[in-house]
């Protein structure tokens, strides 16, 4: 089933994965991603990852999640390193793995890889690719609330974001972000300039202040001064930042649904734990999940 469709009926839930370096890892991934789906989620995703080193497992993983029948997937594709050929060739091969939708990402350029003039440069090439040549895919695309760190200004940044639905977008999911006045300044900025396609934050309950922080530096996303002062006394204390973490995401949610959001993207970091419990204080579950640091 596409997304979008789903979007048209209800509000959704869905959790983002990341697939191992290693095979031997992926009964872990995959025990990660059971546990989650007794939450009953709309969707799951699954990132290229870093560098988009893990390429073959994300096609791996999104075969095998959607052959569980548990949940509809949808597979991150990449396009830094590709040229139109290889990308026609994914699709395909997605297409015979029943697969229905994509999140069309330009992504980092991978390690010890030299890109050639042949290879896409930007997502709205992939998308118009998609669109092109296939009629089956559900697209959605990426969106940052504190605009892109390469654009120059968030003018720029809308503009862009317009440029992926006229290409073909069916709706966005935000970067991480911990300020709501960002995400509802950025939503109607994008109303403002045409854009109509759901937009569906993304959000990152915290379990590490070392790592929320080289996350953010790598992303762009910025720390509110309060969450960093709070987050700078459990620096040492994974278990005190986790509990921080669940209460901060679960505040933040709370009032976005009250400004009528289409639907929560959990970033996971593959850990059960943290978003368990969000949604157990939102009402959406009554299980009782364990801390997992």
């Known amino acids: 089933m596409k997304i979008i469709d789903i979007l048209n009926s209800k509000k959704t839930i869905s959790f983002e994965f990341f697939p191992p370096k290693r095979d031997s890892d992926l009964p ?108 089956n895919f559900c697209i959605a695309g990426a969106c940052y609330p504190e605009f892109h760190p390469e654009s120059n200004n968030s003018v720029d940044d809308i503009k862009f974001t ?30 403002k300039n045409g854009i109509t396609i759901p937009i569906i934050p993304g959000i990152l309950p915290i379990t590490s202040t070392k790592q929320i922080r080289r996350f953010t530096k790598l992303c762009g996303s910025k720390i509110p001064l309060k969450l960093n002062e709070k987050l700078e006394n459990s620096i040492n204390n994974d278990k005190e930042t986790t509990k921080l973490g ?24 593959n850990k059960t734990s943290s978003v368990g419990h969000v949604l157990n204080n939102l009402g959406i579950s009554n299980q009782t999940p364990e801390y997992i640091i």
């Open 162 to 191: 317009k440029l992926k639905q006229d290409k073909g977008v069916d709706f966005l999911i935000t970067q991480l972000f911990f300020d709501n006045k960002d995400f509802l300044s950025f939503k109607e900025k994008a109303i």
């Open 246 to 269: 669940i209460e901060y995401a679960t505040n933040q949610i709370l009032e976005l649904i009250d400004n009528d959001i289409p639907g929560i993207h959990f970033y996971s970091l």
């Open 28 to 135: 872990r991934l995959y025990e990660t991603v059971d546990r989650l789906s007794t939450y009953n989620p709309d969707f799951v995703s699954f990132t290229y990852g870093a560098g988009g080193n893990t390429r073959q497992l994300t096609t791996q993983v999104s075969k095998e999640a959607k052959l569980s029948d548990k949940f509809e997937v949808m597979s991150h594709l990449t396009c830094i390193a590709h040229n139109k050929t290889e990308i026609i060739n994914i699709l395909k091969n997605l297409t015979l793995s029943n697969i229905e939708n994509i999140i069309a990402l330009r992504g980092d350029t991978p390690k010890d890889m030299t890109i050639s003039k042949d290879n896409l440069k930007h997502a709205t090439d992939l998308i118009e690719i998609i669109k092109s040549n296939f009629s």
